[in-house]
T-cell receptor, first 115, second 115 residues
Framework: AQSVAQPEDQVNVAEGNPLTVKCTYS??????LFWYVQYPNRGLQFLLK??????LVKGSYGFEAEFNKSQTSFHLKKPSALVSDSALYFC?????????????FGDGTTLTVKP | EAEVAQSPRYKITEKSQAVAFWCDPI?????LYWYRQILGQGPELLVQ????????DSQLPKDRFSAERLKGVDSTLKIQPAELGDSAMYLC?????????????FGPGTRLTVL
């Protein structure tokens, strides 16, 4: 069975500082990995995904994530945080071996960026 | 930019009543997903359609939940009878084809409160 862990319920950073939101995963084969962001009372918005190739993936709004196979991690990063980045962030994994592509989501990390 | 539409946005009902949610995916998207998101948790897949066919409903409580996508376009999720534990956000998502690499596009969700 596949699973995702987001070990931090809450991440607080000051505006202008770098941010990291952590994600680790478990799948039987090779993973497809995704990050989504959710604003209050809204659906999830896609940020970026890792399918294959370069381990550093760049996405929307200046976010990037690094795939680390040995550590089974896919941490979300941004060099300089903005107050508007404050939101709920979800990591998701899909099993490469199934065509149905069922996604498993983590429980989310609330990012708060303070002015 | 095309979006996934959901209605209603909010629904309050009493337990034992029937409720129904509607989703209209992005035009041309073959795959449609219904998720349930309990407060403080990540989305959990309830049912996945490929065109009009169900490809995964392993987590759908079939004694009270039903879902259909009769013409392979829009979809309805029904709960009858509703229970207190069904209070959650119900998210609909769609993707172009459905292989594991596809990004899912989420609607704004329906927040259900069962009293």
């Amino acid at each position: 069975a596949q699973s995702v862990a987001q070990p931090e319920d809450q991440v607080n950073v000051a505006e202008g500082n770098p941010l990291t939101v952590k994600c680790t995963y478990s799948v039987s084969g090779n993973p497809y990995l995704f990050w989504y962001v959710q604003y209050p009372n809204r659906g999830l918005q896609f940020l970026l995904k890792y399918i294959t190739g370069d381990n550093l993936v760049k996405g929307s709004y200046g976010f990037e994530a690094e795939f680390n196979k040995s550590q089974t991690s896919f941490h979300l990063k941004k060099p300089s945080a903005l107050v508007s980045d404050s939101a709920l962030y979800f990591c998701a994994v899909r099993d490469i071996n199934t065509n149905a592509g069922k996604s498993t989501f983590g429980d989310g990390t609330t990012l708060t960026v303070k002015p | 930019e095309a979006e996934v539409a959901q209605s209603p946005r909010y629904k309050i009902t009493e337990k034992s009543q029937a409720v129904a949610f509607w989703c209209d995916p992005i035009s041309g998207h073959a795959t449609l997903y219904w998720y349930r998101q309990i407060l403080g948790q990540g989305p959990e897949l309830l049912v996945q359609f490929q065109d009009e066919s169900v490809v995964d409903d392993s987590q759908l409580p079939k004694d009270r939940f039903s879902a259909e996508r009769l013409k392979g376009v829009d979809s309805t999720l029904k709960i009858q009878p509703a229970e207190l534990g069904d209070s959650a956000m119900y998210l609909c998502a769609s993707s172009p084809q459905g292989p594991s690499t596809d990004t899912q596009y989420f609607g704004p969700g329906t927040r259900l409160t069962v009293l």
